[in-house]
């Protein structure tokens, strides 16, 4: 069965930093690019950034770059957002996704939903004082 499992999330004041993990089991992650979204209350689900399986190249939107930092360690099948700065505006449900290995993926499609098939249940984040 294939399964994403994130993990991680928590309360952290302004300035701190989280480190989400997401374990994936059923499926190996060498061969799968690899999103991390989030979810706020009343918006839409945005993308926070992509790593792809060829090159472990990462793409982030501009709300995020240069705070987020996307990795992988395709030995323990796992992938990790590294989040530092943390804002209130980041509180959100964090989710992993996959989706199988493609030229360019993550540069013309990885920050889309839309274009994922595997989905981790969400971690919430909370960025409060």
């Known amino acids: 069965q294939v399964q994403l499992v994130e993990s991680g999330g928590g309360l952290v004041q302004p300035g701190g930093s989280l480190r989400l993990s997401c374990v994936a089991s059923?499926?190996?992650?060498?061969?799968?690019?690899i999103g991390w979204f989030r979810r706020a209350p009343g918006k839409e689900r945005e993308g926070v950034s992509c790593?792809?399986?060829?090159?472990?190249?990462?793409y982030y939107p501009d709300s995020v770059k240069g705070r987020f930092t996307i990795s992988r360690d395709n030995a323990k099948n796992t992938v990790y957002l590294q989040m530092n700065s943390l804002k209130p505006e980041d509180t959100a449900v964090y989710y992993c996704?996959?989706?199988?290995?493609?030229?360019?993926?993550?540069?013309?499609?990885?920050?889309?939903?839309?274009?994922?098939?595997?989905w981790g249940q969400g971690t919430q984040v909370t960025v409060s004082s």
């Open positions: 059923g499926f190996t992650l060498d061969y799968y690019d």
């Open positions: 996704a996959a989706e199988w290995a493609n030229n360019h993926f993550c540069s013309l499609y990885g920050l889309l939903p839309n274009e994922y098939d595997y």
């Open positions: 790593i792809s399986s060829s090159d472990g190249s990462a």
